[in-house]
């Protein structure tokens, strides 16, 4: 029982931490590329990362905080910004892109084996905090703003460097921390709970 509280409190402080993560990652601000309505923010790679260490559902998890806490007020979005008006413009498919997002690049991870490659990591944030994201983005951004589908699809061309750029830091960064902390890695971690009979 104690060994699984503490599994329990172990699980709550990583979350916490890549919520915070997430949050600080918004304190530069935004970049608005050619007067885009959907800004460009570092937070996408906290949300890679939380994917790449945490795992499916912790990342996912860290992201729903976090989206809890923008929603309720707390100026945590990137520029300082939150209250329930995000989740209504054209930034909010991409706001809430980020919960699958996550989900689905930890998944991805926790099936790359006790030692994933950065390639298999850089694909992994490419399909969930990229693909995915972009997938709920753009048709909220499509339909808040009054654009069609496809010139909605093609401005986010804008994003799309800047998004390889954070996969790959991702990568390389996540590769190191799991190579120095093999913890980090999620099917590890996973086994680790397991054999120690927490959840």
């Not at 703003?145 to 994003?159: D, I, K, Y």
Request: net charge positive; proline share 5%; charged share 10%.
């Amino acid at each position: 029982m104690k060994r699984q509280r503490g599994f329990a409190m172990q699980t709550l402080a990583r979350v916490a931490v890549f919520a915070a993560l997430i949050a600080v990652l918004g304190v530069p601000g935004t970049l608005n590329v050619f007067g885009a309505a959907v800004p460009i923010t570092l937070q996408t790679m906290g949300v890679m990362l939380a994917g790449v260490i945490l795992g499916s559902w912790r990342a996912a998890l860290a992201v729903l905080v976090l989206l809890v806490l923008i929603a309720a007020g707390l100026p945590l979005a990137a520029g300082g910004r939150g209250g329930l008006g995000l989740f209504t413009g054209p930034s909010a498919g991409f706001l809430i892109g980020w919960l699958p997002g996550a989900a689905v690049t930890g998944w991805l991870v926790e099936r790359a084996g006790r030692s994933p490659s950065t390639l298999r990591l850089f694909l992994a944030c490419l399909v969930g905090c990229v693909g995915v994201i972009y997938l709920f983005g753009i048709p909220v951004w499509a339909l808040v703003s009054g654009m069609t589908l496809g010139a909605a699809a093609w401005s986010t061309l804008l994003f799309l460097p800047g998004d390889l750029i954070k996969a790959g830091l991702t990568a390389v960064v996540a590769r190191g921390t799991q190579r120095a902390y093999p913890d980090a890695v999620p099917a590890v971690h996973r086994e680790r709970v397991r054999s120690d009979g927490g959840r």
